[in-house]
């Protein structure tokens, strides 16, 4: 299982509880921001799952959020993280 930056994710440790995006890789660690809360979070890359772009398109829609392709580029988020 691949992991990217820009890739939706679940934690598998906390349930599939909260919806995060990759925002950085960094050796076995992901650092994630929250897709519909104001949270910042990182996590083993083995304890993170990807969850499909569909899934995450019909997600942000239900929510009234922009699509993943509309939102922030990746790049702007990690460069505010350094």
Same mark, same amino acid.
Request: no cysteine; hydrophobic share 40%; aromatic share 8%.
């Given at each position: 299982?691949?992991? @990217?930056?820009?890739?939706?994710?679940?934690?598998? @440790?906390y349930?599939y509880?909260?919806?995060?995006?990759?925002?950085?890789?960094?050796a076995?660690t992901?650092?994630?921001?929250?897709?519909?809360?104001?949270? @910042? +979070?990182? +996590?083993?890359?083995d304890?993170?799952?990807?969850? @499909?772009?569909?899934?995450? *398109?019909?997600?942000?829609?239900?929510?009234?959020y922009?699509?993943?392709?509309?939102?922030?580029?990746? +790049?702007?988020? *990690?460069?505010?993280?350094?």
């Amino acid at each position: 299982m691949m992991i @990217s930056v820009g890739d939706v994710v679940v934690r598998r @440790s906390y349930h599939y509880d909260l919806y995060f995006r990759v925002v950085g890789i960094k050796a076995e660690t992901v650092f994630l921001q929250g897709l519909f809360h104001r949270l @910042s +979070a990182n +996590a083993p890359i083995d304890d993170v799952i990807p969850i @499909s772009k569909e899934k995450a *398109e019909v997600l942000l829609r239900e929510n009234n959020y922009h699509t993943i392709d509309e939102q922030e580029p990746v +790049a702007d988020l *990690e460069r505010r993280l350094t």
